[in-house]
């Protein structure tokens, strides 16, 4: 679903096709039930402004948890503009983002595929999206006669269902390490950076070898996904020692670790904002 929305599997004609809506529709929307839409408008901002504060859509997790400093202008801009309300809402956000270190993987495993189901609905709902609707409810028929036909009670389909949506979550988590505790930059910024510098500081690689590649779905080479999105993933990896040599060359840093060090470098981040966040005055 994801190279077929960047347009990374049918290689002509170029631009968008009845053939390739029809692919993204399958793979999206029949078999995965999400609104093809909605993650074309998100994941198309998020490209054009990765980590931007409260400018990526798919980087915007307020009240849950701080990704750098320069949201927190922000943050306070969500909240009411009333003295006592706005004490009491702040109250609830630092509350929240104190513990954003212990939330971050349980939320991301155990919600992250509920959400994503959740909005994909409520944009083709809201957007009268009628073929991500048709192929959304076709996903969820044949699932539930999946599940009908697979297992003889409904608590073992209930059961299923959650193991599978939080197994699944695991590839959320690979996702926002791809970009969490980076670096995050205002649109000026990111212009005086240029595009290279700017992928390359705000994105980072997962480092596999030849047993735990597929657990990444592909998607462990953010930085070159990133450079190349149409590019289909079974060839970023034959990009990414070019990519590695002209950063190498122009002395900018290309973020490549283990999926356990990148877990625990952003919760010791996630850990030390929160401690900022707790000093903030919202009445400034």
């Known amino acids: 679903g994801h190279d077929t929305l960047h347009n990374g599997v049918l290689a002509r004609p170029r631009g968008r096709t009845w053939r390739r809506a029809a692919l993204a529709q399958l793979n999206a929307g029949a078999l995965l039930g999400i609104s093809c839409g909605m993650w074309l408008e998100e994941h198309n901002l998020h ?8 400018a990526d859509p798919q980087f915007r997790y307020f009240p849950l948890w701080l990704q750098s400093v320069k949201e927190i202008p922000h943050w306070l801009a969500e909240l009411p503009s009333a003295p006592l309300p706005r004490r009491a809402a702040w109250r ?13 993987l349980p939320l991301a495993m ?8 959740a909005i994909s609905w409520a944009y083709a709902l809201r957007r009268r999206q009628w073929a991500d609707l048709a192929a959304m409810a076709l996903h969820v028929g044949w699932f539930g006669a999946f599940l009908w036909a697979l297992l003889p009670g ?3 389909r209930l059961l299923f ?4 949506y939080a197994l699944v979550g695991v590839l959320h988590v690979q996702l926002l390490l791809s970009h969490l505790c980076t ?27 030849w047993w735990d590649a597929w657990f990444h779905g592909g998607l462990e080479m953010q930085i070159e996904h990133h450079l190349f999105p149409q590019l289909p993933r079974h060839r970023l990896r034959a990009v990414a020692p070019r990519v590695k040599a002209l950063a190498a060359r122009h002395g ?6 283990d999926f356990g060090e990148a877990v625990a470098l952003c919760l010791r981040q996630l850990g030390r904002l929160a401690v900022e966040l707790a000093t903030v005055n919202p009445l400034g």
Not at 47 to 54: C, D, F, Q, V
Not at 92 to 104: A, E, S
Not at 110 to 117: E, K, M, Q, T
Not at 252 to 257: C, D, G, K, V
Request: contains cysteine; aromatic residues 10%.
């Open 252 to 257: 900018i840093a290309y973020l490549e670790t």
């Open 47 to 54: 490209h054009a402004y990765t980590l931007r504060p409260h």
């Open 154 to 156: 409904m608590s073992e």
């Open 161 to 164: 269902v959650a193991v599978h």
């Open 110 to 117: 155990i919600v992250g595929r509920y959400n994503f189901l």
């Open 183 to 209: 670096q995050q930059f205002t649109a000026d910024e990111e212009a005086a950076l240029g595009v290279l510098r700017f992928q390359l500081a705000t994105t980072r690689n997962m480092r596999t070898c």
């Open 92 to 104: 609830v956000v630092q509350c929240l983002t104190r513990v954003q270190h212990l939330t971050f």
